[in-house]
């Protein structure tokens, strides 16, 4: 329980902070680029890589996912322990194949979720395209944070199995 308790003093504010942090820096995405907006980089013909205040609203957007993405990785840090000790309580045992069915799941969950998001999204009057974006990424960073963790737990799954297997050999 302290472990616990210690894994949540620490965790909490880090999630906090990253996620003012990803906050703030979409806040930047949708002011800075407005004051440098028109000047185009010379020798650059591609639109729109060629427009300084796109190029400021790209490197701004994809540093606020990437807090973005790190505050959901220490939320579902704050959860795993959460759902061990509940399931623990119930009598399941983690494996790598419950977990990597777990892990299948979430991969779905997230995108039924994030199409549901853009669905939704499209409402918003003038920033339906920029929302669509933002759940895109966001659904995107999940969806490979569940990738590795899926392969991570087949890997431990299947060395699992070839060691049973030499043993019995």
């Known amino acids: 329980m302290e472990k616990w308790r210690a894994e949540l003093r620490k965790r909490i504010p880090q999630l906090v902070f990253n996620a003012i942090v ?3 820096f ?3 995405s949708n002011i800075m680029p407005s004051l440098v907006r028109g000047i185009t ?7 729109p890589f060629n427009d300084l205040g796109w190029l400021m609203w790209a490197f701004l957007f994809v540093v606020s996912m990437a807090f973005a993405a790190n505050t959901l990785y220490h939320l579902i840090k ?3 322990p959460v759902v061990s000790r509940f399931t623990s309580k119930l009598g399941i045992k983690p494996d790598p194949a419950k977990r990597v069915l ?7 969950m997230a995108i039924v979720v994030s199409e549901a998001l853009s669905i ?4 918003v009057p003038g920033y339906s395209h920029v929302l669509r974006v933002a ?3 966001v659904a995107l960073i999940i969806i490979i944070m569940l990738i590795y963790d899926l392969s991570k737990n087949i ?9 049973a297997i030499v043993d019995r050999l």
Do not use: C, H, N, R
Request: hydrophobic share 50%; proline share 3%.
């Open 22 to 24: 990803a906050f703030f």
């Open 26 to 28: 979409y806040l930047m």
């Open 135 to 137: 759940i895109s990424v």
């Open 78 to 80: 704050l959860i795993d």
């Open 102 to 108: 777990q892990d299948v799941t979430y991969i779905l």
């Open 155 to 163: 890997y431990k799954y299947i060395e699992e199995k070839i060691d």
């Open 120 to 123: 939704l999204a499209e409402g």
């Open 41 to 47: 980089l010379p020798g650059i013909t591609i639109e």
